[in-house]
T-cell receptor, first 114, second 114 residues
Framework: AQSVTQLGSHVSVSEGALVLLRCNYS??????LFWYVQYPNQGLQLLLK??????LVKGINGFEAEFKKSETSFHLTKPSAHMSDAAEYFC????????????FGSGTRLLVRP | DVKVTQSSRYLVKRTGEKVFLECVQD?????MFWYRQDPGLGLRLIYF???????EKGDIPEGYSVSREKKERFSLILESASTNQTSMYLC?????????????FGAGTRLSVL
């Protein structure tokens, strides 16, 4: 069965520091992978997606993620954190048994210190 | 822009009440989803629908039912609300095709069952 593991339920960085949010997946088929962001009291918004084209994917707000098949990872990075990046981030993989479903990780809350 | 609208942001209901959560999307998407979001558990799929009057159980369908009479509207029904159904409920929609499987989310309904 597919699964997504996000290491660290909370990550704290200083403003201007590198952001690294970790995501590992398991899938028996070539995966489609997604990162979503949830700001307080809002729904989820797509940051970026990987669908078997370039392994380095650029998203909105300066975020990017690299697909590494050998490591089954899809970590999210941003070179310089901004206060407005404080939110919860979810990694997701597209389901094997259906083209529609997404399997989500448990989420990582990013805290940005001034 | 895709818009997914959930009828209520906050609901307070009593144990045993029948509860309806409504979701409407305006982009003619075939797929619609209902998720439940709880701290530390990420998003868990309750039900999804890939066409009018079609539905499939997700990972946690017990205690819930759904209705999709029109393509743009997907309702989640709690037949007899219980306190363990206190949670954030998120609706999403997407196109049918896997390569375009970006899910768009509503702002969520925070349900409290007393």
């Amino acid at each position: 069965a597919q699964s997504v593991t996000q290491l660290g339920s909370h990550v704290s960085v200083s403003e201007g520091a590198l952001v690294l949010l970790r995501c590992n997946y398991s899938s028996s088929v070539p995966p489609y992978l997604f990162w979503y962001v949830q700001y307080p009291n809002q729904g989820l918004q797509l940051l970026l997606k990987y669908t078997s084209a370039a392994t380095l994917v650029k998203g909105i707000n300066g975020f990017e993620a690299e697909f590494k098949k050998s490591e089954t990872s899809f970590h999210l990075t941003k070179p310089s954190a901004h206060m407005s990046d404080a939110a919860e981030y979810f990694c997701a993989v597209s389901g094997e048994d259906s083209s529609y479903k997404l399997i989500f990780g448990s989420g990582t809350r990013l805290l940005v210190r001034p | 822009d895709v818009k997914v609208t959930q009828s209520s942001r906050y609901l307070v209901k009593r144990t045993g009440e029948k509860v309806f959560l409504e979701c409407v999307q305006d982009m003619d998407h075939e797929n619609m989803f209902w998720y439940r979001q709880d701290p530390g558990l990420g998003l868990r799929l309750i039900y999804f629908s890939y066409d009018v009057k079609m539905k499939e159980k997700g990972d946690i369908p017990e205690g819930y039912s759904v209705s999709r009479e029109k393509k743009e509207r997907f309702s989640l029904i709690l037949e007899s609300a219980s306190t363990n159904q206190t949670s954030m409920y998120l609706c999403a929609s997407s196109l049918l095709e896997r390569t375009k499987n970006i899910q768009y989310f509503g702002a969520g309904t925070r349900l409290s069952v007393l």
